[in-house]
């Protein structure tokens, strides 16, 4: 097995990818995003966190995060928004994927993927790109042709703040094709 080891900087700002047990695309469903954002608000009650941009898609989301200063455990956190996700959807009635023998060894269920991906921010300008990365997914993908058309992403937050003009997609696009980010 191989010795995976986790960035650990108290206080720091994290860039996640989180993806659907065999991509299966449910998350921008009713249903998934009131789960996930009772899950979200119950674990940040709990483990204090700051959401700096989220982009929900079908079957994966990203975000980061602003961990307080004493603290890094950014995997408790994802493990208690899984949890609470899962418990709160399957209650609800909806259906897991079918599990294989490793899951049902484990107790798992077969709606996540059992990791996700983590890259610790180093300064302002890996902030600003992450940033930009998470609100144009779903252009990238192909959902819509512009980022302001997903629903599903802070993008909003931010433009409202002014931070974001019509043509500030146009200077970024090149940037962000070059970023080596797992989807």
């Known amino acids: 097995m191989t010795d995976y080891r986790r960035a650990s900087f108290?206080?720091?700002y994290y860039f996640f990818t989180v993806v659907t047990y065999d991509r299966r695309p449910f998350l921008t469903e009713l249903l998934a995003r009131e789960c996930l954002r009772a899950a979200w608000r119950e674990t940040e009650q709990r483990s204090h966190f700051e959401m700096i941009a989220v982009c929900l898609l079908s079957e994966h989301?990203?975000?980061i995060w602003k961990l307080p200063p004493d603290d890094c455990d950014f995997s408790l956190r994802w493990?208690?928004?899984k949890a609470g996700f899962t418990?709160?959807?399957l209650t609800a009635g909806e259906a897991e994927s079918?599990?294989?023998?490793?899951r049902n060894r484990k107790r798992e269920r077969a709606i996540w993927q059992r990791r996700f991906w983590e890259h610790?921010?180093?300064d302002e300008t890996d902030l600003q790109q992450?940033?930009?990365y998470i609100h144009y997914n779903p252009v990238k993908h192909g959902l819509v042709a512009r980022v302001e058309d997903w629903p599903w992403s802070s993008y909003h937050r931010y433009a409202k703040t002014g931070l974001y003009s019509d043509q500030y997609w146009l200077g970024v696009q090149s940037n962000?094709?070059?970023m080596s980010v797992p989807e």
């Open 61 to 63: 989301l990203h975000c």
């Open 176 to 178: 962000l094709k070059d």
């Open 87 to 89: 418990r709160r959807y």
């Open 98 to 102: 079918a599990q294989s023998l490793s």
């Open 120 to 122: 610790q921010i180093r």
């Open 130 to 132: 992450h940033v930009d």
């Open 10 to 12: 108290e206080g720091g």
């Open 79 to 81: 493990a208690r928004i």
